[in-house]
């Protein structure tokens, strides 16, 4: 028995222990975070109400699930690209296409290391201000209960030899009437708690309910014709065509300044919405080369307004590197400044119009697609992907609510029924209180019968030939019965004296009240 303790208490230690260096959440100052998961986007690696536990890393790799933070939340998709220095591309599995933001290293919470279905629903329904009241009461309660038994059992192992040394006579009262005052007690004070946040709490709350979800998409292909050479022989380096939607970043081969002599751009835009679509409009496209972020620019129109009709639009457009190396070097010498790299976009313009189902759109759609020009080699953008996902509705006041399991209960009546339970359970337990209060001023033989009154029986006559053990109090005598299961018989003798025993076989235990003791 001593050593399954030390295993269980190794065990106990060994898991406290992988607890506080691996899962210790980040408030503790640990690496762990755990995220509720909310929405489809990650079917059907994660669904709502699944529990992610994500962990902390030096260093994150594609491929990875990671939660990081936006201004609009946490957020936990899948790394299919980018770099840690550049931020990294991410999106969810049962997404088209990747998320708008590029998480950095110090933007992500963590790697997801394990993840639990469902339980994040629980942890949901925990945080409600009723429950976590009711389990406060609980936890408090059994506390309470467990250091009374092992202050009980350690009295018992000290003082094992007599039944006296044993009996529960701190107690006022039944150990189930103690019980019965602690938990209407305890959950009297969790439903007052649980009240107060409530009535904290406003009655109204604003809520966001979704009328149209739609999404602008752009996706970039292109063809470089080269200078024919050994590395080229056919003077063609492409198509470069995006990857699937699982991996939207490409890597592109090598293109050498010396040997590109055009690029052909091709550009398909996609809307979809959760309405059927009934639009037109036209698409554009402007070609900018800039030295830099704080240099110069220099833009012209690559694409004259062309007019498309429904939900997709579709453009090719050349980019000549030797007319751009032209300007370049044009503006190299009047100004006298040369830079080592330079950058060239287009920046296609889709303006769309009509109607997503009942709803209205007039909206245009820039995305970009970029490049870094330099004396050795050209570099594509390698995200040939890109969205813009938007959603309209409207804010609704409507009574807030908070959630008890799959009930979602107004917080008006949360307050009243939780008042209104908590002075019911704080009335019982006073009640019983008051009991056991007003025993304490009766005699011995009342406050027995408060504390073991299931144990006596009234008699009118009785025949004791047993022999006879005479106990030296009435607590005794209650002790006797009730560790044996038997019942303590009491005999009215003359008018106010009373006689109580026990039969144990041949034996008999006695009690005589005095007469004055007898009346209370």
Known sequence: MRTWRHVTALASAALVLVWFFLLRPTFLGGPASYIVVSGVSMLPTLHTGDLAIVIR???????DVVAYRTQQGNVIHRIVGGTAAAGFIVQGDNKNAPDPWQPKPADILGRMWWYVPGLGNWMVWLRQPPVAGALVGMVALIALVGGRNVQQRRRGRRMATTEKQTSLDWLPASP???????????????????AILLFRQPLTA????????YEHA???EYTVKM????????????????????TPATTAPPIYSKLARTMEVGFTYTLTASAPPDVKGEVSADLEISAGKDGWHKSSLILPPTAFSGSTASARMTIDFSEAWVLIDTIEKETGVTSGAYDIAIHPHVHVLGRLGS?????????????????????????????????????????AAVLLGPLHLPVETGRWGSASLAALCLLGASLLAGQVYASLNRDEIARTRVRHGTLFITVEQAFLKSQRIEVASMEDLAHLADRDGRVILDQEREPGTHVYFVHDGDLVYTYTAPKARAEG
Request: proline share 10%.
């Open 227 to 246: 200078e024919p050479s050994i590395l080229y022989p056919q003077g063609v380096l492409g198509p470069v065509l995006p990857s699937p939607s699982t």
């Open 206 to 213: 604003s809520r966001y309910v979704e009328r149209l979800r």
């Open 57 to 63: 890393q030096d260093e994150y790799r594609v491929g």
């Open 176 to 194: 189930g009437q103690i019980l019965a005052i602690a938990v209407l007690l305890l959950l009297g004070l969790g439903l007052t708690g649980g």
């Open 359 to 399: 709803e209205p759109i007039d909206e245009v759609y820039e995305p970009t697609f970029k490049l870094t020009l330099s004396r050795s080699v050209i570099t594509p953008d390698a995200n040939l992907i890109q969205s813009q996902p938007k959603q309209r509705g409207d804010t609704v006041i409507a009574p």
């Open 218 to 220: 752009a996706a970039f």
